[in-house]
């Protein structure tokens, strides 16, 4: 299996999809990487799998082989998956922030948005600014909510969670990292450029209705 990546449009490099059984066993795996490989790159997408590679070869350093990588929608997926932390070469870019201010939870700026949120948007976290953050809108009895999603967040699990209070959430909606067509949540894969993400939440009948972006980022300071 010959898989050539093309760094201008991650999304769309050589793959495999099928809905029926996958079998690669004692197959051989090429992978050729022109420029700087995005942080996940799919090899294959499949119903069943049986075996795994026999011989691969060019796979790019710092990239684990996963046979059941979960995109948001499945994990009957073959990715190569990498090791350097996105949320850490983010923060090279803003050498201003140190110490314990690196941190996701952190608010370096002081705007009341996270440092991980400010990853996950694609915003700058060192001038304060309300530009770039989700808005939410009501349609046709539903609550439209919409915000952009950086390529580089693909990496983590990023969730739109909804209540009625501040104080549970127990409607929880998984963003894909996929194109995904909605209702409830809509994912336009722009490759290398911030998603766009749509998530449909119906009001009903509810007085109110309160929604927030959570996403766990593993740091180390």
Same mark, same amino acid.
């Given at each position: 299996?010959?898989?050539?990546?093309?760094?201008a449009?991650?999304?769309i490099?050589?793959?495999?999809?099928? #809905?029926?059984n996958?079998?690669?066993?004692?197959?051989?795996?090429?992978?050729?990487?022109t420029?700087?490989?995005?942080?996940?790159?799919?090899?294959?997408?499949y119903?069943s799998?049986?075996?795994? @590679?026999?011989?691969?070869?060019?796979?790019?350093?710092? &990239?684990?082989?996963?046979?059941?990588?979960?995109?948001?929608?499945?994990?009957?997926?073959?990715?190569?998956?990498g090791?350097? $932390?996105? &949320?850490?070469?983010?923060?090279?870019? &803003?050498?201003?922030?140190?110490?314990?201010?690196?941190?996701?939870?952190?608010?370096?700026?002081?705007?009341?948005?996270?440092?991980?949120?400010? @990853?996950?948007?694609?915003?700058?976290?060192?001038?304060?600014?309300?530009?770039?953050?989700?808005?939410?809108?009501?349609?046709?009895?539903n609550?439209?909510?919409? @915000?952009?999603?950086?390529?580089?967040?693909?990496?983590? #699990?990023?969730?739109?969670?909804?209540?009625?209070?501040?104080?549970?959430?127990?409607?929880?909606?998984?963003v894909?990292?996929?194109?995904?067509?909605?209702?409830?949540?809509?994912?336009?894969?722009?490759?290398?450029?911030?998603?766009?993400?749509?998530?449909?939440?119906?009001?009903?009948? $509810?007085?109110?209705? @309160?929604?927030?972006?959570?996403?766990?980022?593993?740091?180390?300071?």
């Open positions: 299996l010959d898989i050539e990546v093309n760094s449009a991650p999304a490099n050589d793959r495999i999809v099928t #809905t029926g996958l079998n690669i066993t004692g197959t051989t795996l090429n992978v050729t990487v420029g700087t490989a995005p942080s996940v790159i799919v090899l294959a997408t119903g799998l049986t075996g795994t @590679f026999g011989t691969t070869t060019g796979i790019p350093s710092g &990239y684990n082989l996963v046979y059941n990588y979960n995109n948001g929608v499945t994990s009957n997926n073959i990715a190569l998956v090791t350097v $932390d996105p &949320y850490v070469s983010w923060l090279a870019t &803003y050498p201003a922030i140190t110490g314990a201010n690196r941190s996701p939870e952190a608010d370096f700026d002081g705007d009341g948005i996270a440092n991980g949120l400010e @990853f996950i948007f694609g915003t700058n976290p060192t001038t304060p600014t309300a530009s770039g953050l989700p808005v939410a809108t009501v349609s046709g009895g609550l439209i909510y919409t @915000f952009k999603r950086s390529a580089a967040s693909r990496a983590y #699990t990023v969730t739109v969670e909804h209540g009625t209070s501040l104080q549970t959430w127990p409607g929880q909606i998984v894909p990292t996929v194109t995904t067509a909605g209702p409830p949540v809509t994912v336009v894969n722009n490759g290398a450029a911030p998603d766009d993400i749509t998530v449909t939440i119906p009001l009903n009948a $509810d007085p109110r209705r @309160f929604v927030r972006v959570n996403s766990t980022i593993p740091f180390t300071p």
